[in-house]
């Protein structure tokens, strides 16, 4: 699945220097919901403020995000919860981080000429489907700023997903642990029993689906 719209008008910002996309994702260890990525390629000027999204304010996220979508190109990539528990987490993951480079891509009209990506791993020679250049930059989304959008990209994208999902599945609290597993989603788990959007190959799932 794809998602984001990259900014046509930011081609008049691209200026002469290679293409470095940055990439990270978002909800990775939740026992419930989608695993989220996102690539940004910046332009200038750079949103200031840029950093680890978990680090960051509420309001400072949603300030940075409104910034980033207006000024830079970015792709969204989406795996849902079916295909973790088809293809396991990692694997997912790893699929969300293509799918999000393809659609930056695709918008831009344009190949990357690198991806840095937070953590210690890449989809690099992991996935056919992956056909740039990557780096991968340990505690990157405090180090680069492009990573750094891709967070706050990843994270809020993600967030009002869970919170779109909490409306439909009021018990677990998911507005606020956004599908983590908190003492209330937990609790929420042993009296309702899992949803659809439950990852039932997580193992606190997976008990639990033996039981109801």
């Known amino acids: 699945m794809l998602s984001g719209t990259p900014n046509p008008r ?9 293409l470095v996309a940055g990439v990270d994702e978002a909800g990775r260890g939740p026992l419930a919901g989608p695993v989220v990525a996102a690539a940004v390629i910046l332009c200038k000027p750079v949103p200031k403020g840029m950093g680890d999204s978990k680090k960051l304010t509420a309001r400072a996220r949603e300030r940075l995000e409104g910034e980033i979508r207006a000024s830079c190109a970015f792709g969204i990539g989406i795996v849902d919860v079916e295909e973790i528990d088809r293809i396991n987490i990692f694997a997912a993951t790893m699929k969300a981080m293509t799918l999000a480079m393809e659609r ?7 190949e990357a000429d690198e ?15 992956w056909r740039w250049p990557a780096r991968a930059i340990v505690g990157g ?7 750094g959008a891709a967070s706050i990209l990843a994270k809020e994208y993600r967030d009002r997903l869970m919170k779109e999902a909490a409306e439909r599945y009021p018990h677990y609290g998911w507005e606020r642990n956004k599908g983590y597993g908190s003492k209330e989603h937990m609790a929420a ?4 029993g899992p949803t659809p959007l439950h990852r039932r190959s997580f193992a606190p799932v997976a008990q639990l689906v033996m039981e109801f």
């Open 10 to 18: 930011f081609r008049a910002g691209l200026g002469a220097g290679p």
């Open 189 to 192: 788990l042993r009296t309702h």
């Open 115 to 129: 991806a840095l990506i937070d953590g210690n791993l890449t989809p690099q020679g992991r996935l056919p489907e």
């Open 141 to 147: 989304d405090g180090k680069e700023a492009a990573i």
């Open 104 to 110: 930056l891509c695709e918008g831009l009209g344009a």
